[in-house]
C-alpha cells in the first residue's frame, strides 16, 4: 500500500498491523516532504528565533540554540524524552503507533526529510517494532515519553523487537539490513509531537469492539433461546417508530438469529407477557452502543490522518506555524466514549447470566447443571462477571475532564488520551470475559431444552462452543473453559466464524 498521509482507513491500518502488509512511499509524498525539508533548512540557517529549529522546547523556547549545535539538539530532545515507565506495549501495539506516526511524517507537514519517511517504512515492513512503555504521555504536546522511545530506534539507541527477540535498537536495524539516521533540524520534534500512542491504540480496540458488538447481539439471542423468551420485541415495525440506524441492527439481526427455532415454536402462545430489560430492550442499549461506535469511528479516521505537529510547515507558502494540533481531547473524548459504551455491553451480558441460572425464572436446574448442591455449576462464573463489571464501571469514570499542568505550566491543560485508550482496552478485554461467560452459560442452557433445536444463529454459537468446551455434567475449573472462549474473541475465530456460517 502507498503512504501519503491523507488515505489510511481503518481497514487498511488493520490490513498494514494486523496482516503486516507491506508499504511504501507515495511519490508526491516525497515531493512535499521535499518542499517542507527546504523551509525547515532555510529557517535552520537563519539567526532570528524559530521554535524547535534553533530554540529549546516548551518553557525553555526562550533559549536560542547555536547553528552548530542544532544537530545535538534534536538527539538530546530524544534522549530526555524516553522517560515512559509501566508495561511495555505488545508488538501489535508498538506497530501501530509505528504506522501512525510514519502516516504523519509522510503527510509533509512535519519538515522532515524524505530518508526520514522512508527508514520509518522500511521498519515496517522488516518488523522492527520499537520498545515502548505505556505509561508516561499526559496526550498533549503529542505522545512525548513513548513516541521518543520510538524514536531512540532510528537513531541506533533504544530497544526493539525483531524476529520474536527483544535487542537493542542500533542490532534490530543491523539485523534487518537498515542503518540509523542522523536527525536533522527540527527531526526530533518532528518524531515525537503527535497523538499516535493514544490513537493507535484506540483504532486497535475499536476494530476489536465493532466484531464484539455482533457477537453480543447473537449470544443474547442465545440466552434468549434459554431462558424461553420472545422476540416480539424485535419487531421491525415497532423499531422503525424509533428510528436509530443501530436500534434497527441490532433488531434485525436478533430476528435473524431466532430463525427456524423450534424452541420458540414450543412455547410461542405462553402466558409470559413481556422479558426483562436485559433481553427486550437489547435493541435499545446495544442498538446505543452501536451509535456511539459509529461515532467514534468517524473520530479516529480523522486522526489517522491528521498533521499534529508543532510547528507545522507549509512548504507551498513557506510558513512555519505553532500550533495545538497535537492536543489529543478530541480523541480523548472519543476513547472515553468507546469505553463507556462497550460496557453496556457487559452490563447486559452479566443480568442475562443472572437469569439463565435462576431457577424461578429460567425453569432450567439452578445455575445449569445437574444435581444441583452436590454441584454448583455456573454459581461463581456468574459472581466473576459481577466482579467485571463492577470494574468496569469504575474505568468508564471519565479520563478526558481530567488535566494537571506539565512544563512550568506552559503546557497548562491536558487530554489524558493515553489513559483513556488503555481505560478502553481494558473494559473490552472485560466485556469479552462477560460475553464468554455468557456464552458458555446460554450453550449450557440448551443442553436441557433438547431435542428441540434453537434459531440458526444460536444453534451455530451451540456448536462453535462445543467444538471447545464439553457441557458441564459436574463440576470442573471452569478457569480453562472462560479463557478458551474469550481466546476466540481475542484472535477474531468466533466472529469470523459466525460471518462465514451466518452469512454476515
Keep these: 500500500m502507498l503512504l501519503d498521509g491523507h488515505s489510511l482507513t481503518l481497514e487498511s491500518f488493520k490490513s498494514i498491523v494486523q496482516g503486516h502488509e507491506k508499504v511504501s512511499l507515495c511519490p508526491k509524498a516525497k515531493e512535499r516532504l521535499a518542499k517542507s525539508r527546504a523551509v525547515v533548512e532555510k529557517a535552520a540557517q537563519q539567526d532570528e528565533k524559530v521554535y524547535s529549529i534553533n530554540t529549546g522546547f516548551g518553557v525553555l523556547s526562550k533559549v536560542k540554540i547555536d547553528k552548530d549545535q542544532l544537530e ?98 542500533h542490532e534490530a536495524l543491523q539485523l534487518a539490513g537498515l542503518k540509523s539516521i542522523r536527525l536533522g533540524a ?96 437489547a435493541p435499545q442499549v446495544h442498538g446505543g452502543v452501536r451509535e456511539l461506535l459509529s461515532f467514534v469511528r468517524h473520530m479516529l479516521s480523522i486522526e489517522l490522518n ?102 512550568n505550566e506552559k503546557e497548562d491543560h491536558v487530554s489524558m488520551g493515553p489513559l483513556c485508550a488503555r481505560k478502553a482496552k481494558t473494559i473490552l478485554e472485560n466485556t469479552q470475559t462477560c460475553l464468554s461467560i455468557e456464552a458458555l452459560a446460554a450453550s449450557q442452557a440448551l443442553e436441557f431444552r433438547k431435542p428441540l433445536k434453537p434459531g440458526k444463529g444460536p444453534q451455530f454459537l451451540y456448536q462453535f462452543v462445543r467444538e471447545k468446551v464439553p457441557a458441564l455434567e459436574t463440576d470442573r475449573n471452569l478457569h480453562g473453559d472462560i479463557e478458551t472462549i474469550l481466546n476466540t474473541f481475542r484472535t477474531g475465530e468466533m466472529f469470523q466464524a459466525m460471518k462465514k456460517e451466518l452469512g454476515l
Design 186 to 281: 527540527k527531526e526530533g520534534l518532528s518524531l515525537i509531537n503527535g497523538t499516535q500512542q493514544m490513537t493507535a491504540m484506540g483504532a486497535l480496540t475499536l476494530l476489536r469492539a465493532e466484531e464484539t458488538m455482533d457477537l453480543a447481539d447473537l449470544i443474547c439471542a442465545t440466552s434468549l433461546e434459554g431462558v424461553l423468551g420472545t422476540p416480539k420485541a424485535y419487531t421491525d415495525w415497532v423499531q422503525q417508530t424509533r428510528p436509530f440506524p443501530g436500534q434497527i441492527q441490532t433488531a434485525k439481526l436478533l430476528r435473524g438469529f431466532m430463525e427456524g427455532s423450534e424452541i420458540y415454536k414450543s412455547h410461542e402462545n405462553c402466558d409470559r407477557v413481556q422479558d426483562p430489560y436485559s433481553f427486550r430492550c
Design 306 to 407: 491528521a498533521a499534529t505537529d508543532n510547528p507545522l510547515v507549509n512548504g507551498d507558502t513557506g510558513e512555519l506555524i505553532s500550533n495545538g494540533n497535537f492536543h489529543g481531547q478530541p480523541v480523548a473524548f472519543a476513547l472515553d466514549i468507546l469505553g463507556m459504551a462497550i460496557s453496556e455491553l457487559a452490563s447486559l451480558s452479566e443480568r442475562r447470566m443472572a437469569k439463565l441460572i435462576d431457577p424461578s425464572f429460567s425453569g432450567l436446574p439452578t445455575f445449569l447443571v445437574k444435581q444441583e448442591g452436590l454441584n454448583s455449576g455456573f454459581m461463581m462464573a456468574q459472581v466473576t462477571s459481577a466482579a467485571l463489571v463492577s470494574e468496569n464501571k469504575l474505568l468508564s469514570h471519565p479520563g478526558s475532564t481530567d488535566s494537571i499542568p506539565t512544563n
Design 72 to 169: 545535538q539538539l534534536q538527539v538530546n530532545l530524544i534522549r530526555s524524552h524516553c522517560a515512559g515507565v509501566g508495561e511495555i506495549h505488545s508488538e501489535t501495539e508498538s506497530r501501530a503507533i509505528l504506522l501512525l506516526r510514519t502516516n504523519v511524517i509522510v503527510k509533509g507537514y512535519s519538515g522532515a526529510r524524505p530518508e526520514l519517511a522512508e527508514l520509518l517504512i522500511e521498519m515496517l515492513n522488516r518488523k522492527i517494532h520499537p520498545v515502548i512503555p505505556s505509561k508516561g504521555s499526559v496526550g498533549a504536546s503529542g505522545d512525548l515519553a513513548p513516541l521518543a522511545h520510538l524514536a531512540s530506534v532510528l537513531i541506533g539507541e533504544g530497544e526493539a523487537f525483531y524476529q520474536g527477540k527483544r535487542m537493542k535498537g
